[in-house]
């Protein structure tokens, strides 16, 4: 078989540029819970594009033979699995969202893949390091402008007018409401977040960064100032803000990885000198004492932590049941959430997206062979990464990549932008420059660990494995923006490790059928999610933006309805809509028959796993049925405070709700539902899962007091 011509520097720099963007850009997108706002849909599209770049430059040999190992194959079954877990669990869940992870699944899936065939040597792999080790410096600097600047201001406002804050937040809590109480506790909390929706969640990223920033070796002579001491000017903002975080799970990866690091260059000397041990506790303490001293930290983060563990094991053992039930195929991404309040405990604290354990949270959404793949893949990375490397340690001339990486990482702010605003969380003026000032500070002091040619193997596994046990105990491995730091951790291990065979060429007519697969996938996603999501999600955020009348209000969301037939966020708030107007005016004809249309619409396209749906229809039904008084508004109301208490079981206040709807309807179950509901409210310790005071009154005035704790 003849080889495939040499890659031409222009052409594999430009693609490895455009990679280097998205995987640069991703997590300055939130990930977390933007799944039905399609937050990651441009980055699919984009991979895919990508891809489709890559694979008729391949059939028209403009890039080189395809490397791929056993490994590569295990991974990317790993991802099709997920893939096609969650887009056959999308019909029975919740569709749109359980699609667009679907979508998540692909483009982490080629991120690996093209990574793996582009970097052609160890001092590019430092290069797109270092481009992330800015990016987690960035990410750290929105981070202390938060602590220092916005969340001062913001409790600051919230004590000046509270009810004005609480408005703008689109919560309504009275006055000595749990609801009100909870919304006070986040708002006391100092955790900054960055460009993430959970602390952790940045506190993941960081880790994993400052990891390898300290295990990568660097051989470069110190002859500068920016040599010897960069990589420390680097670390510090990391390190500060990850205590910042108080992510207990972090925190001890870090503790784990930093002692084994130390051990192992303690056993070889000249690995080690006493001064920069010195300097390391010097610090270390230094930070720790800042920390307290301003309130970054405090004795709960230690105090606190067995209660917290207490929690994950609560929500573990909810994972298990889970897990039981669907032990092969899981449950797909996107549904975990609405499944868990089947299983959650009453005692647990609260309703939880996933399980803060990688291995039961891949297992729970994709099954045990999924389960299974990814352990093999781990294991396969380690043994990896442990053999020397095979790859140059020194460009030559043409393979000369970095200034390509340089320029994709100033794109990617620039992709992000596009990205966050699409899904109505904007990168301001102030984030953007945050981001270019301490990301290319943080690259030009990383100049000297950028060239040096010291194996990069080992640090790689550090980071991993320093990501996977803060993993353990906490959510991420489902999130791209935490996720994509591990597998791009993979891929670079991988092609930098010796291959088990040599690069193949690829006949041009299977890569030209290989680009058109991935050119009618993106064009599918393009269509199917991003377009009707972009669009829906504008109209919805028409209707929320200003008060427009009742007739423009319906005429936007019927638009954002035909606009994602999957979304039932427009029949929601058109079913409140219809209500509404039927309370404003309860003579005028066809506003209840509307209302009816409208939830029977928004239950058909919500999950029906979703109690929170049900529990909010029932709510709805109720309120029609009050205003009108037709039996047929008590018996829907009935029925969906049942779906409410079957998919959440364990919870006071949907007991309640179901015990007095059923009262009203003169049904006898109702005392027996009353009598769950004041004992799931005895056993929760959790103020926010009480029965507040409306609740207890209603059932006290049916004849059900609450009774007496034995």
Known sequence: MKPSPKPQPPLAGLLLACATALVVARPLVPSEMSAARGGGQLFVVSWLLLGTVWAACLALGRVGAVRLRLIDLLVLALF????????????????????????????????????????????????????????????????????????????????????????????????????????????????????????????????????????????????????????????????????????RSALVAWAVVLGVLALRRFAHRGWISWPRVLLAVVVLTAAVAGALATGGLDREVLTEAPKSLGYRLQYWQATGQMIRQSPWWGVGYGNFADQYTRFKLPEASEEIADPHNFVLET?????????????????????????????????????????????????????????????????????????????????????????????????????????????LAAGGIGFPSVAGSLWLLVALTVAIAPPASAAAAVQPLRAAVAAVCLLAAMLLVYSGSFLPVIACQARLESVSAMPNPPDEQRALLLEAAAADPLAPEPWSNLAQLELESARQDPERPGDLESFREATAAWLAHASPASSAAWLHAGDLYLAAFHLQGKPVDLDAAVQAYRRAVETYPHHAVRRAKLALALAEAKYPQSAAEAQQAWRLDQLTPHADQKLPEELRAALERQGWPEPRAN
Not at 414 to 424: N, Q, R, W
Request: net charge positive; hydrophobic share 60%.
């Open 363 to 471: 297992w729970a959404n994709s099954g045990m062979f999924a389960g299974v793949l990814l352990a093999v893949v781990l294991v396969g990375f380690f043994r990896s990464g442990v053999q020397p490397s095979s790859v140059p340690t020194k460009p030559s001339g043409n393979d000369q990549l970095e200034h390509w990486i340089a320029a994709g990482a100033v794109a990617a702010p620039i992709v992000a932008l596009a990205a966050s605003i699409l899904i109505g969380v904007p990168l301001t003026a102030i984030d953007l420059l945050l981001v270019y000032l301490a990301g290319g500070g943080a690259w030009l002091l990383l100049i000297g660990w950028r060239r040096s040619m010291a194996p990069l193997g080992g640090a790689m596994l550090y980071g991993a494995a320093a990501l996977l046990i803060n993993l």
């Open 80 to 247: 099709g699995i997920q893939a096609a877990v969650a887009v056959a669990c999308a019909a029975e869940g919740a569709t749109r969202p359980a699609l667009n992870l679907a979508g998540e699944q692909i483009a982490l899936a080629l991120s690996y893949f093209l990574l793996r065939q582009l970097i052609p040597s160890m001092s590019t792999a430092r290069a797109l390091l270092a481009a992330m080790i800015a990016l987690a410096v960035a990410e750290a600097a929105l981070g202390l402008y938060q602590y220092a600047v916005t969340m001062p201001a913001t409790r600051a406002a919230y004590r000046a007018q509270p009810e004005l804050s609480l408005r703008e937040a689109g919560i309504d809590a009275p006055p000595g409401s749990a609801q009100r109480a909870l919304f006070e506790q986040r708002l006391a909390s100092t955790e900054p977040l960055a460009r993430f929706e959970l602390t952790n969640s940045l506190a993941g990223l960081l880790l994993v960064w400052l990891v390898v920033l300290a295990a990568a070796r660097a051989d470069v002579p110190a002859v500068s100032f920016v040599a010897r001491w960069g990589p420390w000017l680097v670390g510090l903002p990391l390190g500060v803000v990850l205590l910042l975080t108080k992510s």
